[in-house]
């Protein structure tokens, strides 16, 4: 039993997970790399080589797509099994998530960084309630009857159909490894899809468990590929790959244009969820008890390393100091430290290369004539830890204020009129979120009103719920996550007319 002072003990089955080489899941079986080669993944708390993982290329993305192809041609699962039988398969793999969900967690601590704390109550038990929620949509995809516009009710019979989009390339980021994984598979699945899927590079080992987990609930072999590998070369084949019907992606604005490129080859579908630089607006009417740590937690969640963190701090010139320096308390009393520690509020960033272009935002930040009230660099020499950062004396156009750190630094911006905040606020390339916070809900809902962003959280961050939407504007993405909506993107329409005289 864990104490305060001592960190838990790895569970027998990660070790045994990180302590033989990962292969890759293609076709129902665990196979070397074509290549035969392997890469490192790293524990970020420490820089030391946490497992090896069969590197995933160009060849091995080919034969899982010819995979994910014939199962959705020819196998079981697109012609012949029921949706019903489809849910209750997605709800199997669900449980089984749950029964593990101990070793999963332990898994993203240790790959990503995070606080085991955190992947215990928020990573793991949202993959598999995801899971869940597009379990029950397996039954539900409808489509219309359509009363022709120019014809009789009895001339024709028209209806819709809503049929899978066929064999879908999803590339998922390293900042919630197991739950962008559900995030993209939920709906896959539910649709009747087949799936290649390249975890990311950096954080491969919960995808990886997830391919037995999938194995063990009986999913019909080529279903779910998953091929870990880099992005210039894993990720960028499937992205051109001619037999690919769909891919979704999330990761970076910069990478999403070039999914985009690799993707006109053979016009295939896409939607992205990228990047964002997310304003969070304190009126000076909010209740700060609740703003403050409201305001903390928007960035800090995650270490920062979500691509809706409240990054710029717009807050109304009476309670700025007052925010600022509450914020920075909660700063100052954060326990950065590695994420298995039981009081760890944050750990490292996710890797070196993550550490070093954090500050190098703060130093240009400083060269520009920021200042850090509290924070402003990497926390100690061993591991990726960088201090949770509080920025004043920022001007809209400086680095920091208008591109993606994706790392623990808030810039807090004060200002006068709130007539003008929005447009502040809309100052940016991107559009992912946005919060509001005042007591007077009329205020707050016409700012929501006028905020261009995907999503608007109203005293309140970082709420995610299967069935609520998640998606960009502008430069953050193409098309929604979750709910309903992310179906559309699963699913191709097909109109049927049928003569009837
Ligand atoms: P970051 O820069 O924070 O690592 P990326 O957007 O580069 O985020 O990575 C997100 C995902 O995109 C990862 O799985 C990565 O391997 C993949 N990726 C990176 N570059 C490419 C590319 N050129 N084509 C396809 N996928 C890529």
């Not at 292969?23 to 079986?29: D, Q, R, V």
């Not at 199962?71 to 029964?99: C, V, Y």
């Not at 409201?294 to 390393?305: L, R, S, W, Y």
């Not at 993550?354 to 402003?376: D, H, I, P, W």
């Amino acid at each position: 039993m864990a104490t305060a002072a001592s960190a838990p003990s790895i569970d027998p089955n990660v070790s045994t997970f990180v302590g033989t080489t990962r292969k890759l899941f293609i076709n129902g079986k665990w196979v070397e790399a074509a290549s035969g080669k392997t890469f490192p993944t790293y524990n970020p708390a420490t820089g030391e080589v946490l497992a090896n993982v069969a590197e995933g290329d160009r060849e091995d993305i080919d034969r899982a797509v010819k995979a994910a192809r014939a199962a959705f041609e020819t196998g079981p699962w697109a012609k012949k099994m029921s949706p019903a039988q489809r849910g209750k398969l997605i709800w199997k793999l669900a449980d089984l998530i749950e029964k593990h969900q101990e070793e999963f967690a332990q898994l993203e601590s240790l790959d990503n960084g995070k606080p085991l704390k955190i992947s215990r109550i928020a990573d793991v038990p949202l993959t598999f309630e995801h899971m869940r929620y597009y379990a029950g949509w397996a039954t539900k995809i409808e489509g219309n009857t359509i009363p022709l516009t120019l014809a009789g009710p009895t001339k024709y019979l028209a209806y819709t159909l809503r049929e899978p989009v066929g064999v879908v390339g999803q590339i998922i980021p390293w900042n919630f490894p197991l739950l962008m994984a559900a995030w993209k598979l939920g709906p896959a699945l539910a649709t009747g899809c087949t799936i290649v899927l390249k975890p990311a590079e950096q954080t491969p080992l919960s995808a990886l468990r997830l391919g037995e987990l999938i194995q063990e609930a009986g999913f019909p072999d080529g279903v779910v590929n998953i091929v870990p590998g880099y992005g210039e070369t894993a990720g960028a084949a499937l992205a051109a790959h001619p037999e690919v019907d769909k891919v979704a992606f999330t990761g970076s604005t910069e990478v999403g244009k070039l999914i985009l490129h690799a993707a006109a080859g053979n016009l295939k579908k896409v939607s992205l969820e990228l990047g964002g630089k997310s304003p969070n607006i304190v009126l000076e009417d909010a209740d700060l008890n609740s703003t403050i740590p409201g305001a903390a937690g928007a960035i800090f969640f995650n270490h920062g390393q979500c691509c809706c963190a409240g990054s710029r701090l717009f807050v109304e010139e009476k309670v700025f100091d007052k925010v600022v320096e509450g914020v920075t308390q909660i700063a100052e009393k954060m326990q950065v430290k590695p994420g298995f520690e039981p009081d760890c509020d944050m750990g490292p960033m996710v890797s070196e290369e993550q550490m070093n272009r954090v500050c190098g935002y703060l130093e240009s930040g400083f060269r520009e004539g920021a200042k850090a009230v509290t924070g402003g660099a990497r926390l100690g020499n061993q591991g990726y830890f960088v201090k949770p950062t509080v920025l004043v004396n920022t001007t809209d156009k400086m680095k920091v204020v208008q591109e993606e750190i994706f790392g623990p630094v808030v810039t807090a911006i004060p200002f006068r009129d709130p007539n003008e905040i929005v447009a502040r606020a809309n100052d940016t390339i991107y559009g992912l979120a946005a919060g509001v916070w005042s007591r007077d809900i009329k205020r707050a809902l016409s700012v929501a009103a006028k905020l261009r962003a995907g999503t608007v959280w109203i005293n309140c961050y970082n709420v995610f719920d299967p069935a609520l939407p998640f998606g960009g504007y502008k430069q953050s993405g193409w098309g929604r996550e979750m709910g309903h909506e992310v179906l559309e993107h699963y699913t191709e329409v097909k109109s049927v007319c049928a003569a009837l005289t």
